[in-house]
């Protein structure tokens, strides 16, 4: 009977503690839980992303310097990319007067001479435009979104046509801005004529499941899978990709950036034994 009382006390001490400090230890889950949330907020790419500081134990000051840091980083890209908007936006000027000279050098310099000076200062004009471009997506610097009416599949055939690509296309009209989703499905084009090896590429666009897909497959030697996804990274080559076949870099990345601004996204598929198919998703109605 002592053991059986002397066991009953302890069970009702334990239950008395339990039931004590689970106020604390419900505050406390929650505290972590929301900082868990904005640390993958802010890894997303949310940097503006911070966490309410409550309390002065362990918790908040690791609340409180996970604050302080990502508000220097944010400051750090921010003005990274302030810098490269500005740079890319300078550069304007005297690549006009490069490609002014350039063309007059053409006029004198043998042929095989004068079509890579071409080729070279168009390559330098995409780079610069597609940097502009990319920074002031990041930095969602562009003039409010002037949404129409987009008859995607005629844009889609007028790109296809450009690289004599084959299309697959359902009659198919979204809300969205013109401008830059050509970018986007010429970009997409383009990459795939350039390093599918010669093969035939083919564009497919169709509805499923009340969202637009679309899809430009080529037969090329592919993407590894390891590689699929950052191949979406600014500047991000292929290993084993040749630079002679051109390009800056930074593709692939508009693609998903556009896709994004329409709140869509893309993503890197196989296409069977030899090849990749890069697919946009969009939504119909935004």
Same mark, same amino acid.
């Given at each position: 009977?002592?053991?059986?009382?002397?066991?009953?006390?302890?069970?009702?001490?334990?239950?008395?503690?339990?039931?004590?400090?689970?106020?604390?230890?419900?505050?406390?889950?929650?505290?972590?839980?929301?900082?868990?949330?904005? !640390?993958?907020?802010? =890894?997303?790419? @949310? %940097?503006?992303? /911070?966490?309410?500081?409550?309390?002065?134990?362990?918790? &908040? +000051?690791?609340?409180?310097?996970?604050?302080?840091?990502?508000?220097?980083?944010?400051?750090?890209?921010?003005?990274?990319?302030?810098?490269?908007?500005?740079?890319?936006?300078?550069?304007?000027?005297?690549?006009?007067?490069?490609?002014?000279?350039?063309?007059?050098?053409?006029?004198?310099?043998?042929?095989?001479?004068?079509?890579?000076?071409?080729?070279?200062?168009?390559?330098?004009?995409?780079?610069?435009?597609?940097?502009?471009?990319?920074?002031?997506?990041?930095?969602?610097?562009?003039?409010?979104?002037?949404?129409?009416?987009?008859?995607?599949?005629?844009?889609?055939?007028?790109?296809?046509?450009?690289?004599?690509?084959?299309?697959?296309?359902?009659? !198919?009209?979204?809300? =969205?801005?013109? @401008? %830059?989703?050509? /970018?986007?499905?010429?970009?997409?084009?383009?990459?795939? &004529? +350039?390093?599918?090896?010669?093969?035939?590429?083919?564009?497919?666009?169709?509805?499923?499941?009340?969202?637009?897909?679309?899809?430009?497959?080529?037969?090329?030697?592919?993407?590894?899978?390891?590689?699929?996804?950052?191949?979406?990274?600014?500047?991000?080559?292929?290993?084993?990709?040749?630079?002679?076949?051109?390009?800056?870099?930074?593709?692939?990345?508009?693609?998903?950036?556009?896709?994004?601004?329409?709140?869509?996204?893309?993503?890197?598929?196989?296409?069977?034994?030899?090849?990749?198919?890069?697919?946009?998703?969009?939504?119909?109605?935004?």
């Amino acid at each position: 009977m002592h053991f059986a009382g002397l066991f009953l006390m302890l069970g009702v001490i334990a239950v008395v503690v339990a039931i004590g400090a689970y106020p604390v230890i419900r505050r406390l889950t929650s505290r972590l839980v929301r900082l868990e949330r904005s !640390v993958q907020a802010w =890894g997303a790419g @949310k %940097l503006s992303t /911070r966490v309410a500081v409550e309390g002065d134990d362990e918790v &908040a +000051r690791l609340a409180a310097s996970f604050n302080d840091s990502a508000a220097r980083i944010e400051t750090l890209v921010t003005a990274q990319k302030s810098l490269l908007a500005n740079a890319s936006h300078e550069l304007r000027s005297p690549l006009a007067r490069i490609r002014m000279a350039a063309e007059l050098m053409a006029e004198q310099a043998p042929p095989a001479i004068g079509a890579e000076l071409r080729r070279n200062v168009a390559e330098l004009d995409q780079l610069i435009d597609e940097l502009l471009l990319a920074s002031r997506l990041d930095a969602d610097e562009l003039a409010a979104p002037c949404l129409e009416e987009v008859d995607l599949t005629g844009l889609v055939a007028e790109e296809c046509a450009r690289v004599n690509a084959a299309l697959d296309a359902q009659p !198919v009209i979204i809300i =969205g801005e013109p @401008k %830059l989703l050509r /970018r986007m499905v010429r970009n997409l084009l383009e990459n795939a &004529a +350039r390093y599918g090896a010669g093969s035939t590429v083919e564009a497919r666009l169709a509805t499923v499941d009340g969202a637009v897909v679309l899809d430009v497959c080529d037969s090329g030697p592919g993407i590894p899978e390891v590689e699929r996804e950052r191949v979406f990274e600014p500047f991000y080559r292929v290993s084993g990709a040749s630079e002679a076949a051109g390009g800056v870099g930074l593709g692939l990345s508009l693609v998903r950036q556009v896709a994004r601004r329409h709140g869509g996204d893309a993503s890197c598929l196989p296409n069977g034994v030899r090849g990749c198919c890069f697919r946009v998703t969009l939504p119909r109605k935004r």
